[in-house]
């Protein structure tokens, strides 16, 4: 079974634009997370969508968002970059169910590695 | 509100020998999942063990066994007969239902295999 595949793996930016990041999950998977990596901040959730809503929301500010589309793929968008946006982003799959074990452990993929100047 | 503890910002251990990571974590919720991570410098996370609060035994995956401690709340990752490619960084994590199961990590430790 494919993994969850991220693209695309290497992103530069300029302050002030903006970006879209993908992620496509495990087969049969239908809950896509997102999370930020910084070495200051470490590993920071920024959603979770199951079934193409949004599920769970973490602390970021409204210029990060995201979807999920019918065959469960996601994307994220930053808008109006900012310096401090530098990061790796970690996407994850999971079934997206909450009784444990398979159903709730999250598949990662390679991540993007976002840099903005 | 949740957290999760590693103490252990880096940590050696000579090929072949067993290393014990450890992870402390705080909720509320009788109800939660524990998990370890290990992320190599390629920065993917691989997920390696997980243990449900209501497991009546230690998980074992492999090399990896979690030794868990429910009433001191701790969930050490255990590397047995290190190899050199186990060196990376190992990420402890927790989700449960009163974060609204939210993946929560710790911060980290940096394992270093010496041959």
């Known amino acids: 079974k494919a993994g969850v595949t991220q693209t695309p793996r290497y992103l530069i930016k300029t302050r002030g634009q903006q970006v879209t990041l993908s992620c496509s999950p495990i087969?049969?998977?239908?809950?896509v997370s997102w999370y930020q990596q910084t070495p200051g901040q470490g590993l920071q959730f920024l959603f979770e969508?199951?079934?193409?809503?949004?599920?769970n929301k973490g602390n970021f500010p409204g210029r990060f968002s995201g979807r999920q589309f019918s065959n469960s793929r996601s994307e994220m968008n930053v808008s109006t970059l900012e310096l401090g946006d530098s990061a790796l982003y970690l996407c994850?799959?999971?079934?997206?169910?909450?009784?444990?074990?398979?159903?709730?452990?999250?598949?990662f993929g390679p991540g993007t590695r976002l840099l903005v100047l | 509100a949740q957290k999760i503890t590693q103490t252990q910002p880096g940590m050696f251990v000579q090929e072949k020998e067993a290393v014990t990571l450890d992870c402390t974590y705080d909720?509320?919720?009788?109800?939660?999942?524990l998990f370890w991570y290990k992320q190599p410098s390629s920065g993917e996370m691989i997920f390696l063990i997980y243990?449900?609060?209501?497991?009546?035994q230690n998980a074992t995956e492999g090399r990896y066994s979690l030794n868990f401690q429910k009433a001191r709340k701790s969930a050490n990752l255990v590397i047995s007969a290190s190899q050199l490619g186990d060196s990376a960084m190992y990420f402890c994590?927790?989700?449960?239902?009163?974060?609204?199961?939210?993946?929560?990590f710790g911060s980290g430790t940096r394992l270093l295999v010496r041959p």
């Open positions: 994850a799959s999971s079934l997206g169910g909450t009784s444990g074990g398979d159903q709730e452990t999250q598949y």
């Open positions: 087969s049969g998977h239908r809950s």
């Open positions: 969508y199951f079934s193409e809503t949004q599920r």
């Open positions: 909720t509320s919720d009788p109800s939660y999942g």
């Open positions: 243990q449900g609060s209501y497991d009546q």
């Open positions: 994590a927790m989700r449960a239902r009163d974060s609204s199961y939210k993946l929560i």
